[in-house]
């Protein structure tokens, strides 16, 4: 069965980086789009960025210049570098694999918690 595994969460002060990962099997990764999504305390899960199969990325303005995804098909593994990181950016992220880099998302990881403190 399809399993997203993401690691590299933790607690950070702001301004500060992290690089989320998310290993992903059981499916042809290289013909999936990869996203990240997120749900901070509170709110509703939001729609981070993703990355097609070639390579097109999008991103919520939110996080646009701070955050980068990527993807390495060989390892089946999907990024998220996050820098310049507030508060705001306290969440759990979630990686998804769907068919369109625009969604929907048919697959879910169980999450990391990424806690930045001011």
């Known amino acids: 069965q399809v399993q997203l595994v993401e690691s590299g969460g933790g607690l950070v002060q702001a301004g500060d980086s992290l690089r989320l990962s998310c290993a992903a099997s059981?499916?042809?990764?290289?013909?999936?789009?990869m996203a990240w999504y997120r749900q901070a305390p509170g709110k509703e899960r939001e729609f981070v960025t993703a990355?097609?199969?070639?390579?097109?990325?999008l991103y919520v303005a939110s996080v646009k210049g701070r955050y980068a995804i990527s993807r390495d098909n060989a390892k089946k593994a999907v990024f998220l570098q996050m820098s310049s990181l507030t508060p705001e950016d306290t969440a759990d992220y979630y990686c998804?694999?769907?068919?369109?880099?625009?969604?929907?998302?048919?697959?879910w990881g169980q999450g990391t918690r990424v806690t930045v403190s001011s």
């Open positions: 990355i097609s199969p070639g390579g097109t990325t």
């Open positions: 059981g499916l042809t990764f290289g013909a999936y789009a």
């Open positions: 998804a694999a769907g068919l369109h880099v625009g969604g929907p998302f048919d697959y």
